[in-house]
């Protein structure tokens, strides 16, 4: 029976060699698609350019505070060093338009926070707009 079925045809070579042969196609197109993408990722050299919406940093002004809250948790209105009995009578009266606006310093504990918040709730103040820095 095996007279009647002729032996592949393999051209001599192996059956790694073939794989070989089969996959080097594969391997030039992956080659290729690497090669472009490095050069179409270089093609310019220009930065992005500014977003409408963005300012740069000396354009920036601070918005106007009420009241300071520095990282050691002291309480200043208009520069000046407040307690806990002559900060309400500082601040704005409750209750206007604007909300009272806080600028606190970036290591703050949550504990100062707290105890202002509390403070400011029993004085009758409702909006509060907490002022930090943009991280950078």
């Not at 105890?115 to 004085?123: D, K, P, V, Y």
């Amino acid at each position: 029976m095996s007279d009647l079925v002729p032996p592949p045809f393999t051209s001599g070579k192996t059956l790694m060699e073939r794989v070989e042969d089969a996959l080097l196609p594969l391997i030039n197109l992956v080659f290729l698609l690497l090669m472009f993408f490095i050069v179409a990722g270089q093609l310019t050299d220009d930065p992005l350019p500014e977003l409408p919406a963005t300012q740069q940093a000396e354009d920036r002004q601070s918005p106007h505070a009420d009241m300071i809250v520095s990282a050691e948790g002291e309480w200043k209105v208009n520069g000046e060093l407040l307690d806990r009995d002559s900060l309400v009578a500082r601040l704005p009266k409750p209750g206007e338009e604007q909300p009272l606006k806080i600028a606190a310093a970036e290591r703050i504990t949550m504990a100062d926070l707290e105890t202002l918040f509390r403070l400011l709730e029993e004085a009758g103040y409702k909006d509060i707009l907490l002022l930090t820095e943009p991280g950078q």
